[in-house]
């Protein structure tokens, strides 16, 4: 359970740091506890989708795993951010990224800002 929380913090903080970083993926609300609710919901759906649909997505489009040499990685992490926007949206949450470039940046953005959390807070 404690690690579920870590995770669902570091995602946390990677979705907030990347709403700061770039123009097109934002995080609105009125105060810093309603931008503070709307990230870790916005987390949590992030992660659920990379739990859920990650996998299917991944076993479906194996051949150009193959043939991009795991580059398409890139591209689905970008699609799974830019459906995390989409589903927040639908759930009226603040958050938003305004497009397939912007998503491209912020899941690169989001994938170094949980690898270097990781790193540091992964101790057992």
């Known amino acids: 359970m404690k690690s579920l929380l870590i995770k ?3 995602n946390a903080a990677a979705i907030w740091i990347t709403a700061v970083v770039l123009d097109g993926v934002n995080i609105t609300g009125d105060s810093w506890g309603d931008k ?3 990230v870790l919901f916005v987390a ?3 992660g659920g989708i990379n739990i859920v649909i990650k996998p299917i997505v991944k076993l479906f489009s194996l ?3 193959i043939l991009t040499l795991g580059l398409i990685t890139f591209v689905i992490n970008a699609l799974m951010l830019w459906l ?5 949206g639908k759930l009226d ?3 938003h990224v305004e497009g397939f470039w912007p998503a491209l940046l912020g899941a ?3 994938s170094l800002v949980s690898w270097f959390l990781n790193l540091i807070l992964d101790r057992d």
């Open 93 to 95: 949450l603040s958050f």
């Open 84 to 88: 995390t926007s989409y589903v927040s």
């Open 44 to 46: 949590l759906i992030f």
């Open 8 to 10: 669902l913090i570091v």
């Open 63 to 65: 051949p150009l795993f």
């Open 36 to 38: 503070a609710l709307t």
């Open 108 to 110: 690169l953005v989001v």
